[in-house]
């Protein structure tokens, strides 16, 4: 069997309990929910705090434009000629690992068919075996998997989605890393200490100490792709005014053609809103003043970007499936230009959306359109892994394969785990790879090895060096005004607790408004609701950890 746990095992841990209630054993299991001492214990207020990973900066090849400090990526317009090797000795011992990680694609191919995939269990002399959870499923079965009391995989991918009392399971359940990573231990693995320390603050610590891996994110959160060419041909400009935006969607819409697409799961927290609330001045998740956190919910600002999700429905710029519409659909909208912009994480900027467009317009992004934009940046990780409880000596050879999965741009390594192989699924011509017919469906997104380790992330689109100066443009035009989430990789028992119940509330309360079913003054009984469920005991939490950890 190719996969750790078949597709019907999963199936039927799912069916064990309804995502709410499936999680309520870990709170007997794990010993609490409360931010105290103790194994339950997820706070690192009053702990002693592992020091973060040194951090070991790649000396790579020189890009065609340097990055910065605020977060603009460095640019390649080339492949590198010559590549190095970040990884001298032997990765695994020929044993069978397994991994259970999303996915944001369709199925790959089992490892017998899959080259791909042979490549890299041969690079890494292991016999990895990977389960793959479709997004619109990863809540309940991560839920349910969370909850059992069943064998749990090697390796354990964990997204940035509130997963009620995930962090008290990986404390219960995952090994601690803080001895293999902390401080210089990092430096036993050189792809490791690469990962720069914004990506581990973003990830966090749980009870001081330090539990998985980040996956490294560049600076741009979700941000508003679009299709330049069409906003050309309507004559929109790349830096416009809010009633330019609304203008414009409007203007892209008609003949069953939307100005844009949302989709589902974006309504299960402030995905959908990020990029409106960031470009009206709204502060990123929350804002600190004298120690006290204030959540961006009840800002002016974010009151008015919900204003401006209603008009643009009012309008009828937005796909009307929006509220049904999985991710996988809506980016099909997207690709074929049946909505002319989408919403997404920045990590969609990739080959593979660019393949998938396939030419039919110049792919951008948009600037916010207010001068008193405070643009939001990501958590600088997309999620973080973690490896169940184990001997020391099985823990380094996890911990092996999370770095040669996270070799840096340039490296040999970095060619295979994000390219494939060489004549088979790529060649390299006229200074780029030019991916073959049988990387389109063996890759780092149908397998995503991306999610077990991760390089820090340049700017290179291989074929495409347009799109990626109009990204670094863009990045030099936006990253500058663009503001953290303090409360990022902090920790709130209630956030552990009731993160889930409270994204999902504030998604139903935009969604009822831009869509018509309540007034916007609605909104401030949402904000209400949300303060007295958890929100203000989140804050205080918050303000207590931030303290902590200054």
Same mark, same amino acid.
């Given at each position: ?62 890009? $065609?434009?340097? @990055? =910065?400090?605020?977060? +603009?990526?460095? &640019?390649?317009? /080339? *492949? ?8 001298? $000795?032997?990765? @695994? =011992?020929?044993?069978? +690992?397994?991994? &259970?990680?999303? /996915? *944001? ?446």
């Amino acid at each position: 069997m190719d996969n750790i746990m078949n597709r019907r095992g999963l199936l039927r841990m799912a069916g064990a309990g309804a995502l709410g209630l499936a999680a309520a054993p870990l709170l007997s299991a794990c010993g609490g929910s409360g931010g105290g001492s103790g194994t339950g214990g997820v706070s690192n207020a009053g702990k002693q705090l592992a020091p973060w990973p040194a951090y070991v900066p790649f000396a790579g090849p020189k890009p $065609d434009a340097p @990055g =910065d400090d605020t977060g +603009v990526q460095p &640019l390649y317009l /080339t *492949y590198p000629e010559t590549l190095t090797q970040s990884v001298d $000795d032997t990765v @695994g =011992d020929g044993s069978k +690992v397994t991994a &259970l990680v999303v /996915t *944001y694609g369709p199925p790959p191919a089992p490892v017998a068919q899959n080259r791909y995939w042979q490549a890299i269990n041969k690079a890494l002399n292991v016999d990895l075996q990977v389960t793959v959870i479709p997004d619109p499923e990863y809540g309940q079965k991560m839920t349910t998997l969370m909850a059992s009391g069943s064998d749990l995989p090697d390796i354990i991918m964990f997204t940035n989605l509130a997963l009620p009392h995930s962090l008290e399971f990986i404390q219960a359940r995952c090994a601690d890393l803080s001895e293999f990573v902390a401080g210089d231990a990092v430096k036993q693995y050189p792809n490791l200490a690469n990962i720069p320390t914004y990506a581990w603050k973003g990830m966090g610590r749980i009870n001081g100490k330090i539990y998985g891996i980040p996956l490294e994110r560049p600076m741009p959160a979700n941000s508003l792709f679009v299709n330049r060419t069409a906003m050309d041909e309507a004559g929109i400009p790349k830096d416009w005014t809010a009633e330019q935006y609304l203008d414009a969607m409007k203007e892209l819409s008609g003949e069953r053609k939307w100005g844009l697409g949302w989709y589902k799961t974006l309504f299960t927290g402030l995905g959908c809103i990020t990029y409106h609330a960031g470009a009206l001045g709204a502060p990123n998740i929350w804002a600190v003043s004298g120690g006290q956190f204030t959540s961006t919910i009840t800002t002016p600002q974010f009151e008015q970007a919900i204003d401006v999700m209603r008009k643009l429905v009012e309008a009828e710029s937005v796909h009307p499936d929006s509220l049904t519409v999985s991710s996988t659909d809506m980016q099909s909208y997207f690709y074929n230009g049946t909505v002319a912009s989408s919403q997404d994480g920045f990590g969609s900027l990739s080959p593979t959306t660019l393949t998938k467009i396939n030419g039919r317009y110049e792919l951008d992004l948009g600037r916010p359109y207010s001068p008193q934009a405070t643009p939001w940046q990501s958590a600088g990780m997309f999620g973080y892994v973690t490896f169940k409880k184990a001997p020391a000596d099985r823990i380094k050879l996890l911990l092996r394969i999370s770095d040669y999965l996270s070799a840096p741009f340039g490296t040999k390594e970095y060619e295979l785990a994000n390219y494939g192989v060489e004549g088979v699924h790529f060649t390299k011509e006229d200074g780029g790879i030019k991916t073959t017919d049988l990387y389109q469906t063996e890759n780092n997104n149908t397998l995503p090895f991306r999610y077990i380790g991760a390089a820090p992330s340049v700017l290179y689109l291989p074929g495409h060096p347009e799109t990626a100066k109009a990204t670094y443009e863009w990045q030099q035009a936006t990253l500058p005004k663009s503001v953290p989430n303090p409360g990022q990789g902090l920790r709130s028992a209630t956030q552990v607790s009731k993160g889930a119940q409270l994204n999902q509330m504030l998604g139903d309360g935009i969604a009822a408004i831009a869509f018509g079913r309540k007034p916007l003054s609605a909104w401030k009984d949402v904000v209400a609701q949300w303060k007295q469920t958890g929100g203000d005991q989140m804050a205080r939490e918050l303000a207590e950890e931030y303290a902590a950890n200054q």
